[in-house]
């Protein structure tokens, strides 16, 4: 199964006076996040109900915060540490992004063909190009888990089920999923379907 998430609550979000009113595009989790973040991995488990084996991420913090947690609560249930993957096709992304992180990550991003700001277009593209990789692990028997941001989950959502609405920017009929919501996707003879998600709007295409 593939389950994609968003990460969970960042830290200048629920501490914002440590970071003197600015935003930081790639500031750590908030305590709230990583205990969030724990509560999200064992509601996964029990959706699962096999061990996750392959969790690729956005090389974000936010991201590889949460995706440490969910293998940490893993490893605690099943003996076995998830392999976790930078994943530059699930990095942050918005055609009006302006970035505010180290140069470090931008020039990492910038290697792999992402600047900002940048196009629905290759947004799109990026995240059919991870969907295949995701597949093609999940060929193989495994649980595949995506840990990335809003616009991304739900580009990759559209990827899976084409009706569901959004359009790469925030309209009034976008839906951008919250904190650690949840969608559980099986494929099978070609086909997906969900089978669990925190987001109605998913649940709802998929009920059609």
């Not at 998430?5 to 003197?20: A, F, L, T």
């Amino acid at each position: 199964m593939l389950t994609i998430v968003r990460h969970s609550y960042r830290d200048d979000g629920e501490n914002s006076e440590k970071y003197s009113g600015t935003r930081n595009n790639n500031c750590p989790l908030s305590e709230k996040g990583k205990e969030y973040a724990a509560v999200k991995a064992r509601e996964l488990i029990k959706v699962l109900n096999s061990p996750l084996k392959q969790i690729y991420t956005s090389p974000f913090l936010r991201t590889r915060q949460t995706a440490d947690v969910f293998a940490d609560i893993h490893e605690k249930a099943y003996g076995n540490r998830p392999l976790i993957s930078n994943l530059m096709e699930l990095a942050e992304g918005q055609d009006n992004y302006k970035p505010n992180f180290s140069d470090e990550l931008k020039n990492d991003l910038l290697k792999n063909g992402i600047s900002y700001p940048e196009s629905f277009d290759n947004i799109k593209k990026r995240c059919n190009d991870a969907i295949i990789i995701g597949t093609n692990h999940m060929a193989l028997d495994n649980n595949v888990l995506f840990v990335t941001h809003g616009i991304i989950c739900n580009t990759l959502i559209q990827n899976i089920f084409p009706e569901y609405k959004f359009y790469g920017i925030k309209k009034p009929e976008d839906y951008v999923p919250k904190c650690c919501d949840l969608s559980v996707f099986k494929l099978d003879l070609f086909k997906w379907s969900l089978v669990y998600s925190d987001t109605p709007e998913v649940t709802n295409i998929s009920l059609k």
